[in-house]
């Protein structure tokens, strides 16, 4: 059976694939647009489970989250940390499918498994490069970019909670019958190199140029003027911090100035 094809039952999903097949064993699957179209997974729909539901909704997440990081900036607060946090997925996910994707052409592992309702090729999993990027990328900013300032305690939250929300996602994908394990394992050696490039490039060149962009995108912008906060400069997170420290600095010194007794 190809893997673009279909079955309508347990017993024609194991008869077709194998019994030893995830199909067999998650069944068939939704063809409709929303989960097979926009979030690229089979949700499985007859006798669904407790992990069905929850390893579906991880198949999700690497949609989901630029969806929330989109209406974040939209209604809350611009800041240049929320935008590139972003564009990294959007970013990924085509030169994922111009370079990669094609690049690899019909190669013998390039299908995905059998019966699985996402009809595109599936070397290598886009959803675990984009999860596994983007968490790699979460860490690398909070252990050496814009949390370098934060409390041991906020780093260890967001540590934590990126490992949580991301780091199923890649499981999720031959859980579901759209991946195969080699697929998965390139996704995500592909999203770790991503990720450690975009850190380098944000960190080395863009970050050094974030205060004039914010400035012009504010004041000078000829079509669309917008105010962007720049959170991303360490040095100017530094500058802050120094300047907090010679304010409190300043400020004791003076009191036990004024209150050490004149003799």
Same mark, same amino acid.
């Not at 190199?193 to 850190?199: H, I, M, T």
């Given at each position: 059976?190809?893997?673009?094809? /279909?079955?309508?039952?347990?017993?024609?999903?194991?008869?077709?694939? &194998?019994?030893?097949?995830?199909?067999?064993?998650?069944?068939?699957?939704?063809? =409709?647009?929303?989960?097979? &179209?926009?979030?690229?997974?089979?949700?499985?729909?007859?006798?669904?489970?407790?992990?069905?539901?929850?390893?579906?909704?991880?198949? $999700? +997440?690497?949609?989901?989250?630029?969806?929330?990081?989109?209406? @974040?900036? *939209? *209604?809350? /607060? /611009?800041?240049?940390?929320?935008?590139?946090?972003?564009?990294?997925?959007?970013?990924?996910?085509?030169? %994922?499918?111009?370079?990669?994707?094609?690049?690899?052409?019909?190669?013998?592992?390039?299908?995905?498994?059998?019966?699985?309702?996402?009809?595109?090729?599936? $070397?290598?999993?886009?959803?675990?490069?984009?999860?596994?990027?983007?968490?790699?990328?979460?860490?690398?900013?909070?252990?050496?970019?814009?949390?370098?300032?934060? =409390?041991?305690?906020?780093?260890?939250? +967001?540590?934590?909670?990126?490992?949580?929300?991301?780091?199923?996602?890649?499981?999720? /994908?031959?859980?579901?019958?759209?991946?195969?394990?080699?697929?998965?394992?390139?996704?995500?050696?592909?999203?770790?190199?991503?990720?450690?490039?975009?850190?380098?490039? *944000?960190?080395?060149? +863009?970050?050094?140029?974030?205060?004039?962009?914010?400035?012009?995108?504010?004041?000078?912008?000829?079509?669309?003027?917008?105010?962007?906060? %720049? @959170?991303?400069?360490?040095?100017?997170?530094?500058?802050?911090?120094?300047?907090?420290?010679?304010?409190?600095?300043?400020?004791?010194?003076?009191? $036990?100035?004024?209150?050490?007794?004149?003799?």
């Amino acid at each position: 059976m190809a893997a673009a094809a /279909r079955c309508t039952s347990f017993e024609e999903c194991c008869s077709a694939c &194998g019994g030893d097949s995830y199909r067999c064993a998650r069944g068939p699957c939704s063809t =409709s647009f929303v989960t097979k &179209g926009f979030f690229s997974i089979s949700v499985p729909t007859e006798s669904v489970g407790f992990w069905d539901v929850v390893l579906s909704f991880y198949g $999700m +997440v690497p949609y989901l989250v630029p969806i929330a990081l989109a209406l @974040d900036i *939209l *209604l809350h /607060r /611009r800041t240049w940390t929320r935008i590139w946090a972003f564009l990294f997925i959007p970013i990924v996910a085509v030169i %994922n499918a111009v370079i990669l994707v094609k690049s690899l052409g019909d190669c013998a592992e390039c299908a995905r498994p059998c019966g699985s309702c996402v009809a595109s090729k599936g $070397m290598p999993s886009g959803h675990a490069t984009n999860a596994i990027g983007l968490c790699l990328w979460i860490l690398l900013e909070t252990l050496l970019g814009v949390g370098r300032s934060w =409390s041991v305690c906020k780093k260890a939250l +967001v540590i934590l909670g990126s490992v949580l929300l991301f780091a199923p996602v890649p499981y999720s /994908r031959v859980y579901l019958g759209d991946h195969t394990s080699l697929q998965v394992g390139i996704g995500a050696a592909n999203g770790v190199v991503l990720s450690v490039a975009y850190f380098l490039l *944000l960190r080395l060149y +863009v970050a050094k140029k974030l205060d004039r962009w914010s400035q012009w995108l504010t004041n000078e912008a000829k079509w669309f003027k917008v105010r962007i906060a %720049n @959170d991303f400069s360490l040095r100017k997170q530094s500058l802050l911090e120094e300047g907090d420290t010679a304010l409190t600095t300043s400020a004791t010194s003076q009191y $036990m100035t004024a209150s050490t007794p004149q003799w």
